[in-house]
């Protein structure tokens, strides 16, 4: 299966951007790239997803290289409700695997 | 529209004894995932379902792990006999396509004593 490399942990202040780094240099040319967030003691949360272009929704922006093998999750304004583990995945027809995620910690 | 339910939210066993979960998907999803997490990991993909097809089940421990999805649609989850490494929270998750979006339900939280 391809890999997903993302750093353990990540602060930001409240209202500024937040640029959180994947790694992904196994990454198949079907492997869709995908973000999800999870907060305390719920269910994982769809943030965005991408294959070549860079993507934007109301959640994030999703920066993907040329080469595909990195991608960047931009949250352009933390907000406390932005704490939680991030997670990049690589997802096509089979096995959408998780790895260990960002933990992003949001100071006011 | 109605998320992914999922149930009990709690339970607790005793090693060797049997659990189940039951699943229901969003309506019309095609694809149905279960994950196990252990506290400060990631999800762990168990099986993957397309209807009632199994797509992957490489990482269930067959010896101890059982799914099924009957008519392709809701799904049960079992463990016989549990194990204290089984402690847990098992996601349940469903996708119109398996290269779309996942939603997840709530989780179901094992502990085995």
């Known amino acids: 299966d391809a890999k997903t490399t993302q750093p353990n942990s990540m602060e930001s202040n409240e209202e500024e951007p937040v640029h959180l780094p994947c790694n992904h240099s196994?990454?198949?040319?079907?492997?869709?790239i995908h973000w999800y967030r999870q907060l305390p003691s719920q269910g994982p949360e769809y943030v965005i997803h991408?294959?070549?272009s860079n993507v934007n929704n109301r959640m994030a922006s999703l920066a993907i290289a040329e080469d595909r093998k990195s991608s960047t999750l931009i949250l352009h304004r933390a907000t406390l409700r932005d704490a939680a583990v991030y997670y990049c995945?690589?997802?096509?027809?089979?096995?959408?695997?998780f790895g260990t995620g960002t933990k992003l910690q949001v100071i006011p | 529209e109605a998320g992914v339910a999922q149930s009990p939210r709690y339970k607790i066993i005793e090693k060797r004894q049997s659990v189940a979960f039951w699943c229901n998907p969003i309506?019309?999803?095609?694809?149905l995932y279960w994950y196990q997490q252990i506290l400060g990991q990631g999800p762990k993909l168990l099986i993957q379902?397309?209807?009632?097809?199994?797509?992957?089940d490489s990482q269930l421990p067959k010896d101890r792990f059982s799914a099924e999805r009957l008519k392709g649609v809701d799904s049960t989850l079992k463990i016989q006999p549990a194990k204290l490494e089984d402690s847990a929270v098992y996601l349940c998750?469903?996708?119109?396509?398996?290269?779309?979006?996942?939603?997840f339900g709530e989780g179901s939280r094992l502990t085995v004593l």
């Open positions: 196994t990454i198949s040319g079907t492997d869709y």
């Open positions: 309506s019309g999803h095609a694809t």
């Open positions: 998750a469903s996708s119109l396509e398996p290269s779309g979006e996942l939603f």
């Open positions: 995945i690589l997802g096509g027809y089979q096995k959408v695997t």
């Open positions: 379902f397309q209807n009632n097809g199994v797509v992957d």
């Open positions: 991408g294959l070549t």
